[in-house]
């Protein structure tokens, strides 16, 4: 029992880091274009192009450091869950 209630947990942090990455991209793309493209056209030009490709590594960086951070307060917490069944 309590290795399926682990499934379906897992499953659910699956859909939940998935929701969160698509929203990482559509706020990327948001921020970014707000920022970087101030009349659009066909093409960007290469000042837009390196607006864009910073912005965009700032929002991953960021996202890495947050995904990094959360992950090992999940892992504290089950570890620590872990103790406590003992």
Not at 9 to 35: D, H, P, W, Y
Not at 56 to 63: G, H, I, K, N, V
């Amino acid at each position: 029992m309590a290795a399926k209630k682990e499934a379906v947990m897992n499953g659910v942090r699956s859909e939940i880091a998935l929701a969160s990455a698509q929203e990482l991209i559509n706020k990327t793309n948001e921020k970014c274009f707000a920022k970087c493209i101030a009349k659009p056209g066909t093409s960007l030009s290469s000042s837009e192009e390196t607006c864009l490709s910073r912005c965009l590594e700032r929002y991953l960086e960021t996202f890495n450091v947050i995904s990094k951070t959360y992950s090992a307060r999940l892992s504290r917490e089950r570890e620590q869950r872990q103790l406590n069944q003992i």
